[in-house]
Nanobody, 127 residues
Framework: QLQLVESGGGLVQPGGSLRLSCAASGFTLPYYAIAWFRQAPGKEREGVAC????????YYADSAKGRFTISRDSGQDTIYLRMYNLKPEDTAVYYC????????????????????WGQGTQVTVSS
């Protein structure tokens, strides 16, 4: 059974940076897509970025391009989301999620395509 545990959230000033981590365990297949989603108060959960476990291919939502970087460690059991030049509108609970669906489906970044989820970590961007 896949387990995902996020960490690294916190309070950061506008323009600051943060690195989120997702510790993953229980992988049984050669390929998974691991994604970061976020949910701001009163808003729907939205996909931010995803990475393939086999080749490290990445995909970003428009809201993340240029400011967020998704990566994995060499052992592939920790996935990171580095966030730069943070803005108040980046305030949200950030979740990592996993899917065994193919890469094309994964890059749609739809919640329904990701059956495994972590508990989330709060990111607050405020002065």
């Amino acid at each position: 059974q896949l387990q995902l545990v996020e960490s690294g959230g916190g309070l950061v000033q506008p323009g600051g940076s943060l690195r989120l981590s997702c510790a993953a365990s229980g992988f049984t297949l050669p390929y998974y897509a691991i994604a970061w989603f976020r949910q701001a108060p009163g808003k729907e959960r939205e996909g931010v970025a995803c990475i393939s476990s086999n080749y490290g291919t990445t995909y970003y939502a428009d809201s993340a391009k240029g400011r967020f970087t998704i990566s994995r460690d060499s052992g592939q059991d920790t996935i990171y989301l580095r966030m730069y030049n943070l803005k108040p509108e980046d305030t949200a609970v950030y979740y990592c999620a996993a899917s065994s669906k193919n890469w094309v489906i994964a890059t749609r970044l739809k919640q329904a395509d990701f059956p495994s989820w972590g508990q989330g970590t709060q990111v607050t961007v405020s002065s």
